[in-house]
């Protein structure tokens, strides 16, 4: 069983694997879809939904001083502040009839080198 096992590791530590999903993530936000393995992809799926909320609330929101909050919460999990800003002014209002599942997680075969799966990671 798989109790409190919150996370993928994906054979890397920490901080390597922490950078490595917030790349990923400001990379499908400033792209629109990215090529990545599948497990890499289904990590980094909680990551931009998280993402995508704070800047739904942001987008929504009138006080500036909230803004800037919901803004400053979106950049510490991306560290990218021209993803940030893309994702506040035209990814985050583009969903903001959807209540979740922003992202799309298509697989398409195998990679040549070591045959590990890989998928297209895409907004939906």
């Given at each position: 069983?798989?109790?409190?096992?919150?996370?993928?590791?994906?054979?890397?530590t920490?901080?390597?694997?922490?950078?490595?999903?917030?790349?990923?993530?400001?990379?499908?936000?400033?792209?629109?879809?990215?090529t990545?393995?599948?497990?890499?992809?289904?990590?980094?799926?909680?990551?931009?939904?998280?993402?995508?909320?704070?800047?739904k609330?942001?987008?929504v929101?009138?006080?500036p001083?909230?803004?800037?909050?919901?803004?400053?919460?979106?950049?510490?999990?991306?560290?990218?502040?021209?993803?940030?800003t893309?994702?506040?002014?035209?990814v985050?209002?583009?969903?903001?009839?959807?209540v979740?599942?922003?992202?799309?997680?298509?697989?398409?075969?195998?990679?040549?080198?070591?045959r590990?799966p890989?998928a297209?990671?895409?907004?939906?």
């Amino acid at each position: 069983m798989r109790h409190l096992n919150d996370h993928r590791k994906l054979n890397r530590t920490s901080a390597h694997r922490l950078a490595m999903l917030r790349n990923l993530a400001a990379a499908v936000i400033e792209h629109g879809r990215v090529t990545t393995t599948v497990p890499k992809a289904k990590e980094a799926r909680r990551l931009v939904e998280r993402c995508i909320t704070l800047a739904k609330k942001a987008s929504v929101e009138q006080d500036p001083a909230k803004k800037l909050h919901f803004k400053r919460e979106a950049m510490r999990h991306l560290h990218d502040l021209k993803a940030v800003t893309k994702l506040v002014d035209e990814v985050a209002p583009a969903y903001k009839n959807r209540v979740g599942g922003y992202t799309r997680i298509l697989k398409a075969g195998y990679r040549l080198g070591d045959r590990s799966p890989v998928a297209l990671f895409e907004l939906v």
